[in-house]
């Protein structure tokens, strides 16, 4: 009987990858009949079988290459010995991988590398974790015959990434490095330089490392098989001893990691090849930026202070509690309980945040809790819901590799998205086509091997009028997909939106001059768009973050509906999440109108629910957001918010607004890892847990819920729920949860999306995708496939209105803001890591001929000023950018960017127009000032 | 009438609201139902107090929106 093919044992390297094949073919190896996908490699089926076949040049994250000849095996009937990993299975073959030929091959080869390797193992930083060493022992060579001779052990060690060494001395130039940057990374930093004995690994022509295009993702340190590449905490700490699988805190891809470390010491971060989200990839933040959890600047003991300008106080933990709370009651008395309010954060747990949102609902019995969604992905939020009936991305991130057209809008995702722009990078190596709609050429527009079909660089500010003039073209030259419309669609808003779209102030012509982009490119993009086979929309803040980002939003759930690129692999309207846990804060019920699950409160069945469940009569008004809060702060109606995980001073428009309302309130209680901007207003410090000190769950983009596990202990002695909940029983409200798990059960038996999940059901499949259900025990990976969650598709009409803020002759440059790969948000986290090597300060890119005009040069300073407010920064002469348009980051305080981004916001949702600020530049001679 | 920043917000959101409305029919209604949706009481009453002081400042919509509220 045949073995059965069982799924890849965990952490066993198989050596090339999984094939797609769904038909399979019977081998023999050494004796043993097995079935495999047809197309498989006998290395891998070998090792699926249970043997494993010597090898060092291959790895199943990679292509075989076939050149370290040490995998060489006999088929019967076939002359020589082929290596392996090269070569596929074919139905009724015989196969010998241990034979006292092949035995005798491959202690020639091993011996060959050994004779130019150091013979330092037991001094190694890899000994016990070298592949090379391991092939030594596996292959049994005991002795090196060949006497010195010319050879690489004198070769230098680069040091100049602040992560990694690449000790030359010990490379065996198998090229995993460098298929690794290609391959995964699609970088292409790396190559095999000169020939023969002379071949060496080379990043970026001859250079060091850190001067070399290379982006830190470590996907070479990963695919290493010797000591060549590696972490240097492992070359200064030593081989970890313990693992611990987790989740990533920085960006909405969400990857699995695996935590190794030595007692309670983190040594390095180790993406999880099985990872559903990264599938064994990483960026350079979350496989290397992560020594702010340990950084001297955390605060472990709760601080307390009367006034804002008087000193903090080291307090314990009851007396930080009952002072909070002393303060939120008084508040209570004396301005009624709609004085008080809460913000959760994505960067904290659903666990954490859920119990943040009940205390603000149930105990301090106000529906004032708002997230820090409000200031990216909130019109997702209210755009999908309206369109497709739910506040999720349709996809998971497997389904770019089926897609056959790419449209990216208002994203960066190889700098903000890392892992998942590598996926999205495969997928256009392999042909896939690209449309980018974005004002700045971002690197996908022109990178290695890519090449966008159509970039429609924009007017900020113009997205609506560009995606109505995509709809137009579509819809007038008949490329809608009549069949999914009227089997899928409410065809009365179908007919409605048809006869919008069409009308001719719709046209690529008539659009053409507000939104800077060519009638013919907008023409070319639909037809290539509409003609897709499969089209996949992913979008960032470059889409949300504007007066109509709802509208936006609506426009393109409206060109996916109509083309029929909706409920199945390979399309979809994907919204690329900013921070880990949006998705999961605004699952979670952190806005002021909804429960968890996106159910207003105002629907009396759902009320109930949690009424009965929490004990409490809850309010059946929505509350305020941010903004709102802000705003009656300034009016002296409202005096008091517990902020979480959120530096609202510095991530928040308009700054000197954001601190006028700080400043007037009574009690302002922050909960972080460091004191930040925010807490300079605050009168109450709790502090905070890193993602490895977390017990719980983050929900990445894909609505991926993946488990983030503790690797130490809290430095502060509290989980961060057990903080809140501290607060809710001293206010007079008790949550009693004796773990993260029982709050997740709460939560899935409050909210129908969640229902099966629990942390036992994520142990035992790893990530689970909601909804999670009766109907999808496992979880669902593409949604809207049968129907809508709504029913039916809804389109809306999405007339274009320009956003209020335009260029002025006193203000005549339009600045956008974004991130950069190597720093996060507002740089709490990775501005006390070495990541400061690759951006140390913000930067004013700005066009030639603009810095012309102004008499600036690259590297001068310069003063933004916008009718809010004005900074300094440096100025960078760049060509990613139009005339007209400036763009900078927002990661250093110092820099202040939002003093000038101004109040205006999304129409329906307020999210703030970050993305569109008109000013002026001028030279300045001052060094940068904070606000 | 001197607005404070708080009240310049109001009017601009609701001006906001009402030039955006996705369906141009009935505009008034939709703005009932937004506000309901996703204000609070305080701020509609706000908005109502202001509205009667300085209606000037205000879309026709909107005003035929905060006539429905009655």
Redesign the interface.
């Known amino acids: 009987m045949n073995k059965p093919i069982e799924i890849a044992i965990e952490d066993l390297d198989l050596g090339t990858p999984a094939t797609l094949s769904e038909s399979t073919v019977t081998v023999h190896i050494d004796g043993n009949a097995v079935d495999v996908p047809a197309g498989i490699s006998i290395m891998r089926a070998a090792s699926l079988a249970g043997t494993q076949i010597p090898k060092l040049c291959a790895t199943d994250s990679l292509d075989a290459f076939g050149s370290c000849r040490l995998c060489l095996v006999e088929v019967e009937g076939r002359k020589g010995t082929p290596a392996s990993c090269t070569t596929p299975c074919e139905d009724g073959m015989s196969v010998k991988t241990q034979t006292p030929r092949l035995d005798k091959l491959r202690k020639g080869v091993m011996e060959l590398y050994i004779s130019d390797h150091p013979l330092d193992c037991l001094t190694c930083s890899a000994n016990g974790d070298c592949e090379l060493q391991d092939m030594a022992g596996v292959v049994g060579l005991r002795s090196v015959r060949y006497e010195e001779g010319s050879n690489h052990l004198a070769a230098s060690t680069d040091n100049s990434n602040p992560y990694f060494s690449f000790d030359a001395s010990k490379c065996i130039v198998c090229s995993r490095c460098v298929r690794a940057c290609s391959e995964v990374q699609g970088t292409f930093a790396l190559t095999i330089a000169a020939r023969g004995f002379e071949s060496k690994v080379s990043p970026s022509e001859e250079n060091a490392f850190l001067d070399s295009e290379c982006v830190s993702c470590g996907a070479c340190v990963q695919a290493c098989p010797t000591a060549t590449l590696q972490e240097k905490q492992v070359i200064n700490l030593g081989v970890p001893t313990r693992k611990v699988k987790t989740t990533c805190a920085y960006c909405g891809v969400g990857c699995s990691f695996v935590a190794e470390l030595r007692g309670d010491e983190l040594v390095r971060m180790v993406p999880d090849k099985h990872g559903g989200a990264n599938s064994g990839h990483s960026c350079v933040k979350g496989r290397f930026a992560w020594g702010y959890a340990t950084h001297s600047d955390r605060i472990t003991r709760p601080l307390v202070r009367e006034t804002t300008d008087s000193e903090w106080r080291e307090v314990d933990w009851p007396e930080a509690i009952a002072f909070a709370a002393d303060r939120f009651k008084a508040i209570q008395q004396q301005h009624g309980i709609?004085a008080l309010g809460g913000i959760t954060s994505s960067r904290c747990t659903n666990e954490e945040v859920y119990v943040v949102q009940k205390m603000v609902r149930a105990s301090l019995r106000t529906?004032n809790v708002d997230t820090c969604a409000r200031v990216c992905h909130s019109p997702t939020g209210y755009g999908l819901k309206q369109t497709f009936g739910t506040s999720a991305g349709t996809q998971d991130f497997a389904s770019v590799q089926k897609a056959d057209v790419i449209m990216v809008i208002g994203a960066n995702p190889t700098d903000a998205h890392p892992v998942f722009g590598s996926r999205m990078k495969r997928r256009l190596r392999e042909g896939a086509k690209l449309i980018v709609i974005d004002p700045r050429s971002i690197d996908l527009v022109q990178s290695p091997h890519i090449k966008a079909t159509e970039h429609l660089q924009l007017q900020p500010g113009t997205n609506v009028a560009v995606v109505n003039a995509l709809a137009h073209v579509i819809a007038t030259e008949g490329w809608i997909d009549e069949a999914f419309v009227q089997e899928r669609c409410d065809v009365a808003s179908f007919n409605?939106w048809r006869r919008f779209i069409t009308l001719s102030e719709n046209s690529p012509e008539s659009l053409a001059e507000v939104s800077g982009v060519p009638a013919e490119a907008i023409r070319s993009a639909a037809a290539t768009y509409a003609k897709a086979g499969n089209g996949a929309i992913y979008y960032g803040l470059g889409v949300t973050e504007h007066?109509?980002g709802s509208?936006m939003v609506?426009a393109m759930a409206n060109l996916a509906m109509a083309t029929g690129n909706i409920g199945r692999d390979g399309v979809g309207v994907n919204p690329l999440r900013g921070q880990n846990n949006v998705q999961g804060a605004c699952d979670m019920g952190s806005f002021?109108?909804e429960f968890s699950g996106y159910r207003?409160v105002?629907d009396d069945t759902v009320r109930e629910q949690f009424t009965a469940l929490w004990g409490v009569d809850l309010r059946e008004?929505?509350?305020?957001?941010i903004?709102?809060m802000l705003?009656?702060a300034?009016?002296g109606?409202f005096r008091g918010i517990y902020i979480q995980g959120e530096d609202i001073a510095q991530s928040d428009p308009n700054s000197q607004?954001v601190a006028d309302a700080l400043n007037a309130m009574d009690c302002v209680i922050v909960q972080d890892l460091f004191l930040n901007e925010t807490s300079k207003f605050a009168h109450v410090f709790l502090p905070g847990t890193s993602f490895l000190e977390k017990d719980g769950t983050f929900t990445n983009a894909e609505r991926r819920i993946n488990r983030v596990r503790p690797v130490v202990p809290p430095a502060s002695g509290m989980a961060e729920w057990q903080v809140t909940c501290a607060l809710s029983e001293a206010m007079g409200y008790a949550m009693d949860y004796a773990s993260a798990s029982e709050i997740m059960d709460e939560i899935a038996a409050l909210t129908p999306t969640f229902a099966g999940v629990s942390f036992d059901l994520l142990d035992e499949l790893g990530s689970i995708q909601w909804p999670c259900n009766e109907q999808a025990p496992e979880g669902t990976p593409i949604m809207h496939a049968q129907r809508f969650v709504r029913g039916e598709g809804q389109f809306?009409?999405?007339?274009y209105?320009p956003t209020d803020e335009r260029s002025t002759r006193k203000f005549p440059l339009l600045l956008t803001t974004g991130r950069i790969l190597s720093q996060y948000n507002v740089g709490a986290q990775t501005r006390r890591t070495d990541n400061t090597v690759w951006h140390a300060e913000d930067i004013l890119e700005i066009h030639e001929a603009d810095a012309e005009l102004r008499g600036v040069s690259d590297g001068d300073w310069i003063e933004v000023a916008s009718r809010a407010g004005s900074t300094r920064m440096r100025a960078h002469i760049s060509s990613d950018i139009p005339a007209g348009v400036v763009y900078t980051t927002f990661h250093h305080p110092v820099s202040g960017t939002n003093v000038i981004t101004t109040?205006n916001?999304d129409?329906?949702?307020?999210c703030p127009e970050y993305k569109v600020t008109a000013v002026e530049i001028r030279p300045s001679s001052a060094i940068a000032v904070g606000m | 009438m001197t607005l404070?920043?708080?009240q310049q917000?109001?009017i601009k959101?609701a001006n906001?609201?009402a030039?955006?409305m996705?369906?141009?029919e009935n505009v008034p209604a939709q703005i009932v139902q937004?506000m309901?949706?996703?204000?609070?009481?305080?701020?509609r009453a706000d908005l109502k107090k202001i509205a009667e002081n300085a209606p000037d400042s205000f879309s026709d919509d909107v005003l035929a929106a905060l006539a429905l509220q009655d």
């Open positions: 709609d529906n409605a007066s109509q509208t609506m002021p109108h207003h105002s008004e929505p509350g305020m957001r903004p709102n705003d009656a300034v009016s109606q607004h809306i009409t999405t007339p209105v109040d916001s129409w329906a949702t307020n | 404070d920043y708080s917000h109001l959101m906001q609201i030039g955006n996705p369906s141009r937004h309901a949706q996703f204000w609070t009481p305080p701020m």
